[in-house]
């Protein structure tokens, strides 16, 4: 009986501890080796703010591997994001406009460095123009553009002929070989749902 006692009191006094801890907020000791711990980003979901910081932080991350060239490196980023974004979702309509623009915009980027009205016939132009647009599409994150765009292209459902024809043999050296007529296997099980009246 007295061990009875004993455990009831026991479980009282952890009872009053605990609650009055809680209506103080969960207080800690002052003392910490390292200092007062301060938050870094102080934002809540959603925030503007905070999207503003993390597209500055991913920026900045890609821009280091870049040539620091400003234009080049919006053409960049614009084809990356597009790239990564209709990777995950395929069968989205605005996700695959987003692509065929900003790899459109990629590619005029790079004819308009190697100026050579049809690269089909690249033997009657310019190979300093050429080597010079190589190499300004050559950065470690130019790079990493060709391979988002690569697994972009490789889920099917954007064509050639999404394409203006005299920037599509330029699209097809970013494109990887996944740039086929062939409709996306992902998205023909939505397509079929969505055609067929309930």
Not at 134 to 148: F, G, Q
Request: charged letters at 25%.
């Amino acid at each position: 009986m007295s061990r009875f006692i004993l455990f009831t009191c026991m479980a009282f006094v952890t009872a009053f501890v605990g609650v009055s801890w809680a209506l103080r907020g969960f207080p800690t000791t002052s003392y910490s080796p390292i200092g007062e711990l301060k938050p870094t980003l102080t934002a809540t979901f959603g925030d503007e703010s905070a999207k503003a910081y993390e597209r500055k932080a991913w920026e900045a991350e890609h821009t280091a591997m870049s040539d620091k060239d400003p234009k080049l490196d919006a053409l960049r980023m614009d084809a990356l994001q597009a790239g990564t974004a209709y990777a995950m979702s395929p069968c989205d309509r605005t996700m695959k406009a987003n692509l065929i623009a900003a790899t459109s915009a990629y590619a005029r980027g790079y004819m308009k460095i190697y100026d050579c009205p049809n690269p089909a016939m690249g033997m009657f132009c310019s190979e300093q123009k050429r080597d010079q647009a190589n190499a300004a599409y050559s950065t470690p994150l130019d790079v990493r553009v060709k391979a988002a765009l690569a697994e972009a292209f490789e889920q099917k459902g954007v064509v050639e002929e999404d394409f203006p024809e005299d920037i599509r043999f330029a699209v097809l050296a970013f494109a990887g070989p996944g740039l086929w007529s062939d409709p996306s296997p992902v998205c023909l099980p939505r397509q079929r749902m969505t055609a067929s009246p309930r």
